[in-house]
């Protein structure tokens, strides 16, 4: 399979396509896989102690843990597939997840297929031997999620305090203008009273501008 990594450069661009909620989805859809992995595990095992309704629902979750992985790793109309360096190195680096997550994917297919035969036991075998070390892989791959969304919080709270900062130096500067109007309106008598009314407003503004600065400031501490 051909990598599926996405241009990721931590910028304001990558953000319009990464965003809060995507990576909220990302991270529920990577922790789930843990519990798939696991029930498929199980309730093959459960169709050899009698239990025959497992068999289908092994199937199922096998499916559903399938398709998660390709939305994952390629992406679909409403997630971005592989977006940063941090997941291309985990999926197709050294551990190989991928590959191994495919392996295990195949070893469950073959093992449900066999259910019933002489060939059976064998297949489970090697499938309950991929158990720990999956979740284990999951569970990374998971924590390389949330470390992706944590840097995204940090990132657009770093930029948020910069747009407020900006904005407060505007502010200044605004207040600084309407006090030198007003004093040259003064100055002007009858003449500067029209231009005494837009400083005013000026200063009306600006009021308003650091009032809702003081509001965002807490909404980004909240």
Do not use: W
């Not at 200063?203 to 003081?214: H, R």
Request: with cysteine.
């Amino acid at each position: 399979m051909t990598s599926a990594l996405r241009t990721f450069n931590t910028s304001p661009d990558t953000d319009k396509m990464i965003g809060a909620d995507t990576l909220s989805t990302l991270i529920n859809l990577a922790g789930r896989q843990r519990m798939l992995s696991q029930r498929i595990i199980l309730n093959t095992i459960l169709y050899t102690l009698g239990h025959e309704e497992a068999q289908g629902v092994a199937q199922e979750a096998l499916n559903l843990f399938e398709n998660t992985h390709i939305s994952l790793v390629e992406g679909n109309r409403e997630l971005p597939g592989i977006f940063s360096k941090e997941l291309e190195a985990i999926y197709f680096g050294e551990l190989q997840a991928e590959s191994q997550i495919r392996g295990f994917i195949q070893h469950a297919r073959l093992a449900l297929s066999s259910l019933g035969s002489p060939g059976s036991t064998a297949q489970i075998d090697m499938l309950g031997q991929c158990a720990t070390p999956l979740v284990n892989l999951l569970n990374s791959i998971t924590q390389v999620y949330e470390a992706e969304a944590k840097q995204y919080t940090q990132r657009h709270q770093k930029q948020q305090r910069e747009l407020m900062d900006n904005i407060q130096q505007i502010t200044k500067q605004a207040k600084i203008i309407s006090i030198n109007a007003k004093i040259i309106a003064a100055r002007a008598g009858d003449a500067g009273k029209e231009f005494s009314v837009v400083a005013s407003v000026l200063t009306n503004i600006t009021s308003e501008l650091d009032e809702l600065i003081v509001i965002a400031m807490k909404n980004s501490l909240v």
